[in-house]
């Protein structure tokens, strides 16, 4: 009795020491997964750009530069131009240099906390009310980069660092301009970059 009993013991021991031994196997590669998934959440919305595809908006979009900080936050160090040339981009290949009226400012939050994803989603939901178009979304493409360290453009030294930032650019049409829209956030800086750029269409007569 002694003997079997012992036995039964230790295979009772040998199995639950088997079981442990699997289980943190199963948890790393369930965590592989998980962060396979989120590492392609970041690709760009779409591969390619058709701005005919881009529906003009029936709505009132108001004065330039349209947009107005959500509640509890402020809009700081705003700067005007009559004319400005900024890139836009749709994927790692394909930049676009769009010229016109431009507007940046930088916003903080007016009390003691800042949530990133609630000043994002709020100015993406406004600018959806005025019709506009998410077109890209994610970080800076190499190409953007590149033409960044080679033409230094002037919209540059407005931003607190064009590459570590998460971008968002919208496009809103309207019969008579083009309205493209930037939202640079994911710093550290407890701020975010807002860009405005007014297109003017010139119509052939």
Not at 47 to 65: A, H, K, M, R, Y
Not at 68 to 76: E, F
Request: charged share 20%; hydrophobic share 35%; aromatic share 12%.
């Amino acid at each position: 009795m002694k003997i079997s009993s012992i036995l039964s013991i230790a295979v009772l021991i040998g199995l639950n020491s088997c079981n442990q031994s699997n289980k943190p196997q199963n948890q790393n590669a369930a965590q592989a997964d998980t962060l396979q998934v989120k590492s392609d959440s970041t690709d760009p919305i779409v591969s390619g750009f058709n701005l005919e595809q881009i529906p003009i908006t029936t709505q009132d979009v108001g004065e330039f530069p349209y947009l107005s900080a959500p509640a509890g936050y402020r809009q700081a160090g705003e700067k005007q131009k009559s004319l400005e040339e900024k890139y836009f981009f749709y994927n790692d290949s394909l930049v676009r240099k769009v010229s016109g009226q431009y507007y940046y400012t930088a916003v903080f939050q007016e009390g003691d906390v800042f949530e990133d994803t609630y000043v994002v989603n709020a100015y993406k939901k406004a600018i959806e009310k005025l019709g506009g178009v998410e077109f890209y979304t994610g970080g800076l493409p190499a190409s953007a980069s590149d033409l960044i360290e080679k033409t230094n453009p002037a919209y540059v030294s407005d931003m607190y660092d064009p590459r570590p930032y998460k971008y968002k650019q919208f496009l809103i049409r309207t019969p008579k301009e083009h309205i493209w829209i930037e939202l640079c956030h994911g710093l550290n800086a407890n701020q975010i970059d807002l860009t405005v750029l007014r297109e003017e269409i010139v119509t052939a007569e």
